[in-house]
């Protein structure tokens, strides 16, 4: 006799996919802290699309094994591009390992790569057009954009600057030309999984900082995302969204505010190569932008 099972939504499934993860301790970077946010936001995020693509075939999340993982994986190959298809394999590597047990840990699935053809499209400002674009915006957005363009900062992250007294930074390797030949104020930011790394603003642009300091720190969401706020300048997805209608306006173009942290990397690895050589150069620029991965990095250079 057949049987009948309430189907459940792909997103209470993912939901609940999620839930144990975290109650597992598996989406933590760092055990003495919680799992980030944003960590969560995604594998939540990539297991409801795997969901919905499954419901098709009439399959959930839980009926999943390495095998019909592996092929969902092939299916996806030809409309997913590869930094999508490589976070749904991600996200079903922890299913199958810590949910499922089908997977053995330490195992992974295989490597599929998408058939989309990539665009290897530049992303960097000019230096002179960075300024053209903050001339459109208002003075706590502009501001905001000279940071990141001087900081190499990611969007969020402008809304955690803090003097480093106040936001000590996680202790991690560092060159000794970190920063060489950039004079400035150093202070902290939270970057991505929670790490709070040291960057160095130019000292007039530290000064205007200075004074759009709030008199005690004030709670600011972003994307679900709860960050503690000290200066009254832009960040996120609204300083974002402020910076593509601004080059819209000024360049009649829009590369994302993503772009000036590429402007960023650019212009330190043409400094740095004056005296170091490519990769300790491309080491420097890593641990300046905090991906720590000078492979990453080289995606800025394009």
Not at 20 to 33: K, S, Y
Not at 73 to 101: E, F, N, T
């Amino acid at each position: 006799m057949p049987k009948f099972r309430k189907t459940r939504s792909p997103e209470d499934q993912a939901r609940a996919v999620v839930g144990r993860l975290v109650n597992l301790g598996v989406l933590r970077r760092n055990p003495n802290a919680p799992a980030s946010v944003g960590t969560v936001r995604n594998i939540r995020q990539c297991l409801t699309q795997i969901a919905r693509h499954l419901a098709g075939d009439g399959l959930e999340l839980l009926d999943l094994d390495p095998a019909r993982a592996n092929a969902y994986l092939r299916s996806r190959a030809a409309d997913l591009g590869q930094k999508a298809l490589d976070g749904h394999r991600q996200a079903l590597q922890k299913l199958l390992i810590h949910v499922r047990g089908s997977l053995p840990e330490g195992r992974k699935l295989t490597i599929v790569r998408s058939l989309r053809p990539t665009r290897k499209v530049g992303r960097a400002y000019a230096p002179h057009q960075v300024p053209m674009v903050a001339a459109r915006q208002t003075a706590s957005n502009a501001l905001a954009t000279l940071i990141a363009h001087a900081a190499g900062l990611r969007a969020h992250e402008l809304l955690t600057l803090a003097r480093p007294a106040e936001q000590p930074p996680d202790l991690r390797p560092a060159r000794p030309e970190k920063f060489d030949g950039r004079s400035g104020t150093d202070y902290t930011v939270v970057g991505k999984g929670g790490l709070i790394r040291v960057v160095r603003i130019p000292d007039d642009l530290a000064e205007r900082l200075e004074e759009r300091r709030l008199d005690r720190p004030e709670p600011v969401a972003d994307r679900g995302i709860r960050y503690l706020s000290r200066y009254d300048i832009g960040g996120g997805q609204a300083w974002s969204r402020s910076f593509s209608r601004a080059s819209h306006n000024a360049l009649g173009w829009s590369r994302g505010a993503h772009g000036v942290r590429h402007s960023f990397a650019q212009e330190r690895m043409a400094e740095l190569q004056r005296r170091l050589v490519y990769r300790d150069a491309l080491e420097v620029v890593s641990q300046e932008i905090g991906h720590f991965r000078p492979q990453i990095t080289e995606e800025y250079l394009r």
